[in-house]
């Protein structure tokens, strides 16, 4: 009995994991990357989508995008040119996103140990 409970475990569905293309048939999470690569340009890296909608957990009224941003840099006039964008994407109830260049990405692990942890298992990559 108790190995058949063990192995029940093993058992279980896995939930898909989104794809880019799932994600970004979401229209506000398109429109919000695409103003991003509008809006930064060439400064704009990457932008992964992580958490419960890049695992396959998303639900439509309770759930959340989880973003990065990757940036060439974080200089104050990159971000003055990002900031209206981003408060708009939080106004509309959404967590601000992380943002990173690839050296902090690196710095980083000690920092955010549950959010690079998340980005190792589990990552969509909509923009880079």
Same mark, same amino acid.
């Given at each position: 009995?108790? *190995?058949?409970?063990?192995? *029940?475990? /093993? ?8 794809? @880019?293309?799932? @994600?970004? @048939? ?13 809006? @930064? ?12 909608? *890049? ?8 759930? +959340? ?7 060439? +840099? ?13 408060? /708009? ?40």
């Amino acid at each position: 009995m108790e *190995a058949a409970q063990g192995g *029940a475990s /093993r058992d279980l569905p896995r939930r898909k994991m989104m794809n @880019a293309s799932e @994600a970004m @048939a979401h229209p506000e999470l398109k429109q919000f990357v695409e103003s991003l690569t509008k809006v @930064a340009g060439e400064k704009l890296l990457s932008v992964v989508l992580y958490g419960s909608a *890049a695992r396959g957990d998303f639900h439509e009224k309770t759930s +959340d995008f989880n973003l990065i941003l990757v940036l060439e +840099d974080l200089r104050p006039a990159t971000l003055e040119e990002l900031s209206p964008l981003l408060r /708009r994407w939080i106004k509309k109830g959404h967590p601000s996103p992380r943002l990173f260049t690839p050296s902090l990405i690196n710095e980083s692990a000690d920092v955010f140990p549950m959010e690079m942890l998340d980005l190792q298992n589990c990552r969509v990559v909509l923009f880079g």
